[in-house]
């Protein structure tokens, strides 16, 4: 038990508003700032709604592809998990694991 100081948000898209609720139930309740880490599946705008809130430090994590021989293949779960964690560790407010087409990353 203890402070929040670490939220990782993973959360399908027909659910899209639970983010932000979960990011402000936590902002009002810590005394400190929390990192607050959300991941997508493709390209997507930052949650503007949840960069507002005080004590919220915003990262967004953007799930991409493997290159390969034949083309490209979706992460792996240990690909994915590895890059969350690497993404965690140096602090970014942006980050791609995998390649991604596009790039909306500043």
């Known amino acids: 038990f203890g402070p929040i100081e670490l939220v990782v948000s993973w959360i399908h898209d027909y659910a899209k508003d639970t983010a932000f ?3 402000k139930v936590t902002s009002e309740t810590s005394l400190a700032p929390v990192n607050f ?3 997508f599946g493709g390209l997507t705008p930052d949650s503007e709604d949840i960069k507002k809130l005080s004590n919220i430090k915003y990262h967004k994590i953007i799930l991409g592809s493997v290159t390969t021989n034949s083309g490209f293949r979706w992460l792996t779960n240990q ?4 890059g969350v964690i690497e993404a965690i560790k140096i602090q970014k407010d942006n980050f791609v694991v995998g390649f991604i087409k596009q790039s909306i990353i500043t």
């Open 79 to 82: 690909e994915i998990s590895n």
């Open 21 to 23: 609720e979960i990011a």
């Open 37 to 39: 880490y959300q991941i």
